[in-house]
């Protein structure tokens, strides 16, 4: 997903990320978690922020030196972006015929997510393994009634199980009963698995009750610096910032309208800047606008719709004069990543990691 330099418009979409301020997020789970050994979840092309600078941001600055993936394919990946140094990392698919090659290759640990991988890894395998119980998401894991049994199995084999883990449906509200109840199955899941570490948080996890954090912690968002929770969390770091120039200025009477579907009509003189960024890099578009970017200081709302390459603002009201190539900021430390995510009528994980291939990144 990482912008090829020789596509990236030179006058296009821009997100700037800041390493330092990731490795400040990653200290601040630190102290929150004083316990707790804190792993990065760098799936998805670390949140779509560059699996190999931020991976080597955290090994070599913050000192992290474990890692999950969700395919095996970006476990390969990683390795080579560490430059095979001796991080441990664990991936969540767990093996499979085909995969269990590449494993072996990659020295990568799987999360093993049901009795079926537990007997492949078992005959084929080698090493160290996670085991994943699913606790009430019904996602991805092994039910309950299969922990005794993989056990065994992994026993039998020799294959010590280092980390037991499972994975919270509702962190996003601290409140909900559900996480309560999930910790206690997880507690009692875990005792077939004697001597491993226990890993129960994600993010949410990780910085709403130290109850949660046990032995190894998973956060991806809040290092990438978005709130886990249903509303934004101070503590985590501005690290992204998605801005992109103005390429058209119009002045419109009343009457005139914006865009397809004609969704915005002007009842009053009205200045529109048009915005080189779209749903095509990943924006989100809705049928009735939503969202803004800050112009030269000040907050202008979207108008008409989100289109594949544009993006059209009402900047009228804006007291700065504002001219074609001027900036406008969609998140970043002047609209933080979580209420940017809100106006949209999306979350911080999918406005990263829908970050198009045509934006470039630059990292600071
Ligand atoms: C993606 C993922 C994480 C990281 O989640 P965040 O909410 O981004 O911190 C941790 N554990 C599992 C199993 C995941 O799938």
Same mark, same amino acid.
Not at 136 to 139: A, D, H, L, T, Y
């Given at each position: 997903m990482t912008v090829d330099p020789k596509t990236a418009p030179a006058h296009g979409p821009i997100v700037e990320i800041d390493l330092s301020a990731l490795c400040a997020n990653y200290a601040m789970i630190r102290d929150a978690a004083p316990e707790a050994r804190v792993s990065a979840a760098v799936k998805c092309d670390a949140y779509g922020l560059g699996l190999t600078p931020i991976s080597r941001a955290l090994f070599e600055?913050?000192?992290?030196?474990e890692f999950f993936v969700a395919y095996p394919e970006e476990g390969a990946a990683l390795r080579e972006a560490l430059n095979n140094a001796a991080a441990r990392i664990y991936c969540f698919a767990g093996p499979s015929e085909e995969t269990l090659a590449l494993y072996e290759r990659v020295q990568m640990t799987p999360v093993i997510n049901s009795l079926t991988q537990a007997e492949l890894w078992a005959k084929r395998g080698a090493g160290p393994t996670v085991v994943h119980i699913d606790t009430?998401?019904?996602?991805l894991g092994a039910p309950m009634s299969e922990a005794q049994a993989i056990a065994a199995t992994l026993s039998a084999a020799g294959r010590e199980v280092s980390i037991v883990m499972s994975h919270l449906a509702?962190?996003?509200?601290?409140?909900?009963p559900k996480n309560k109840d999930q910790r206690e199955k997880f507690v009692e899941a875990a005792?077939?698995?004697?001597?491993a570490r226990l890993s129960l948080a994600a993010s949410a996890g990780a910085l709403m009750d130290?109850?949660?954090? /046990? =032995?190894l912690v998973r956060p991806g968002i809040a290092l990438y610096?978005?709130?886990? /929770? =249903?509303a934004d969390d101070e503590r985590i770091c501005d690290v992204a910032t998605l801005k992109a120039p103005i390429v058209q200025l119009r002045d419109l009477r009343p009457g005139e309208t914006v865009g397809y579907g004609a969704t915005f009509t002007a009842t009053a003189p009205v200045r529109i800047a048009t915005v080189a960024l779209g749903y095509g890099d990943g924006y989100p578009r809705n049928d009735t606008p939503a969202g803004a970017a800050i112009v030269n200081g000040a907050l202008a709302p979207i108008v008409g719709r989100v289109s594949m390459d544009f993006i059209t603002l009402?900047?009228?009201?804006?007291k700065n004069p504002v001219k074609i190539g001027d900036y406008a900021e969609f998140f970043g430390p002047r609209l933080r990543l979580f209420k940017a995510a809100a106006a949209a009528h999306r979350v911080p994980y999918d406005l990263l990691t829908g970050l198009g291939g045509r934006i470039d990144r630059r990292y600071l």
């Open positions: 600055r913050g000192g992290c030196d009430g998401m019904n996602r509702c962190a996003s509200d601290p409140t909900h005792r077939r698995f004697s001597g130290k109850a949660y954090q /046990f =032995d610096g978005g709130s886990p /929770f =249903d009402d900047i009228t009201s804006l």
